[in-house]
């Protein structure tokens, strides 16, 4: 029996880490062991890149836990990031965030601050020696890496409700929906996917459909389809031979990555790339898993096959076959660790520092029922620059929502008294709680908390000026109303810049 396995292309991302490789020149590449069981996997790892001969110069630096907990807000000392913008290339072992506090995420952190726009996670099957529904699963899940809601905008507003902004940028869905068609061009796949929830979240999450669209017009060679994200998310998990490479917004690509990578046998056998125009970022999908730390117990495999992604990254295409036909070899032997051990088809149990071990026995040797790897220097990728001609839209100003912390009354109530509150040429035109419209012609049964957008408009939508919002909000204020939010209305190129009301 054979199987294809995935072929991670990446190295065409920068022009200075593209070509062959002189192995008597050392690659930098800077090292972060991570929390929990991250010194353990790091250690293994590092140990199965120096016995295949990786050309690598490694500097370490401390991140996770204890530099926050030493008031480092970022989890990352600041030499640390001087260390990353020298090498641009980062091999990191699991963190961990310390619970509360507002401590902010330093793989969000990493990824934005150092461009990683796009999130490579292959979920491949080892059928029949890992335990998998699917044997013949092989997707890899591009997932945007910046924005959506991971922009971490989160405000309490009113006593009782708290809210996340999500934000969709177009030059955001243009890098990593292109870099996804790029991927499956030089990978030789055959179809990418969109996964969206646009029929509810018609502006951004249609703004990335609509980018999907236009980028896939460029590549005919390549198949596309889009789907809304639930009834994806259903397929994938039921028919995942069925998809090839798949992008998607930040949040659902996150999600559905580790299921996926779960279904395909373990969230541990999971690598990423994090890949942006001058920095990469290479780890394992998992997290630090404390539980499990200092008992030898971990699977490395995970943050090996991100360290073999990293290698043919920086070019050393022939050492990362190397590696990736080992782990293979291993894992074809039945020499695993307890979280993908299965009696009648593992062969023995080991540890952390004993799979490590049996990966560098089996260096120089080649899978026989799974296929062998063999990675080529990549093709360049055409991303993108962000240099292409765009006509601006004609931007008129509308109207405003104006949100109110109020509990005295009834919608009604609200909706009277707010009635009074004129500003000319703007009036109140509809109230709504938590997006459904409760005033006018409410429906009795629809739940109210203390959380009220009230959207004031123009006659026969006319345009208005800037002065006359603020006249507005003014007069709401001396009315004695609790304003604690307000959003413009727009219209661009005639064409309404915010969502209607539900009901």
Request: glycine letters at 8%.
């Amino acid at each position: 029996m054979t199987y294809d396995i995935n072929i991670v292309i990446l190295a065409a991302l920068t022009a200075n880490r593209m070509g062959d490789v002189v192995m008597t020149q050392r690659t930098p590449v800077t090292v972060a062991y991570g929390d929990g069981i991250g010194p353990e996997i790091m250690e293994a790892t590092l140990n199965i890149l120096s016995a295949a001969g990786a050309a690598v110069e490694l500097e370490t630096i401390e991140i996770g836990e204890k530099v926050y907990l030493r008031g480092v807000e970022t989890g990352m000392e600041p030499g640390a990031w001087d260390s990353l913008r020298r090498t641009k290339v980062f091999l990191k072992a699991p963190i961990t965030t310390p619970q509360g506090g507002g401590y902010k995420s330093l793989n969000v952190t990493a990824r934005k601050a150092l461009g990683l726009y796009a999130n490579v996670r292959p979920a491949v099957a080892y059928h029949p020696f890992v335990r998998t529904r699917h044997p013949g699963m092989d997707v890899v899940v591009v997932r945007e890496n910046e924005e959506d809601l991971y922009a971490g905008i989160e405000h309490r507003q009113t006593d009782q409700v708290v809210q996340c902004l999500k934000l969709i940028t177009r030059p955001g869905s243009e890098k990593v929906v292109r870099y996804a068609f790029e991927y499956a061009r030089v990978n030789d796949r055959k179809k990418v996917t969109c996964l969206v929830k646009d029929n509810i979240m018609k502006l951004t999450d249609g703004l990335f459909h609509r980018v999907f669209d236009e980028i896939a017009a460029e590549y005919p060679d390549i198949a596309h389809e889009t789907f809304i994200v639930d009834i994806g998310a259903a397929k994938l998990a039921d028919t995942p031979e069925k998809f090839d490479v798949v992008v998607l917004p930040n949040l659902y690509g996150d999600v559905l990555s580790d299921v996926l990578a779960q279904i395909a046998g373990s969230v541990g056998l999971a690598g990423s790339a994090n890949i942006g125009a001058s920095c990469a970022m290479f780890e394992a999908i998992h997290g630090s898993a404390p539980r499990l730390a200092g008992q030898n117990l971990a699977n490395p495999s995970g943050l090996l096959l991100a360290a073999v992604m990293m290698l043919v990254h920086i070019g050393q295409c022939d050492v990362a076959a190397t590696v990736h036909n080992a782990f293979l070899k291993t894992i074809e032997d039945g020499v695993h660790t307890p979280d993908i051990y299965r009696e009648g088809t593992s062969r023995q149990k080991v540890g952390t520092r004993e799979f490590a071990a049996a990966v560098v026995d089996r260096l120089g040797q080649a899978p026989e029922v799974l296929r062998p790897v063999a990675y080529k220097a990549a093709r360049p990728m055409s991303l993108w620059r962000g240099d292409a001609p765009h006509r601006k839209a004609h931007k008129e100003l509308v109207g405003v929502d104006v949100f109110l912390d109020w509990e005295p009354g009834s919608p009604q109530d609200l909706g009277r008294a707010l009635s009074m509150v004129v500003a000319a040429p703007l009036r109140l035109r509809v109230i709504t709680n938590r997006g459904v419209k409760v005033w006018p012609d409410g429906l009795p049964e629809t739940f109210c908390t203390d959380h009220w957008r009230c959207r004031f408009l123009a006659e026969d939508g006319q345009a208005v000026h800037p002065a006359d919002v603020v006249e507005l909000l003014r007069r709401v204020t001396e009315a004695g109303f609790d304003n604690i939010k307000t959003e413009n209305l727009y219209r661009f190129d005639g064409v309404a810049g915010f969502s209607a009301v539900h009901g």
